[in-house]
């Protein structure tokens, strides 16, 4: 059975930093591009970060030079480095698979407030 699960959200003040980690039960991890996206409150969920089976990331312009997308095959997780933190980053993150799974994680959720 596919799980996702998602961990290392939490509140930070604007300007912080928080690393997000997500854990795949998957068969053939590291063949698949992994992605992290976000819902925030009243908004539809968009893919922020990128990583192919090679290790190339790609991110969303919002992202870009502020987040870090990384992954360890060996123990197949997908980590997310977030540094210069905003308000507009506040929202529920989520990682999957590309395609995605029909079935989600939790996700965890990211607050960016003082």
């Known amino acids: 059975q596919v799980q996702l699960v998602e961990s290392g959200g939490g509140l930070v003040q604007p300007g912080g930093s928080l690393g997000l980690s997500c854990a795949v039960s998957?068969?053939?991890?590291?063949?698949?591009?992994m992605n992290w996206y976000r819902q925030a409150p009243e908004k539809q969920r968009e893919l922020v970060a990128s990583i192919s089976n090679r290790d190339v990331p790609n991110y969303a312009d919002s992202t870009k030079g502020r987040f870090t997308i990384s992954r360890d095959n060996a123990k197949k997780m997908v980590y997310l480095q977030m540094n210069s933190l905003r308000p507009d980053d506040t929202a529920i993150y989520y990682c999957?698979?590309?395609?995605?799974?029909?079935?989600w994680g939790q996700g965890t959720q990211v607050t960016v407030s003082s």
């Open positions: 998957m068969t053939n991890f590291r063949l698949y591009r």
């Open positions: 999957n698979r590309d395609p995605p799974l029909p079935l």
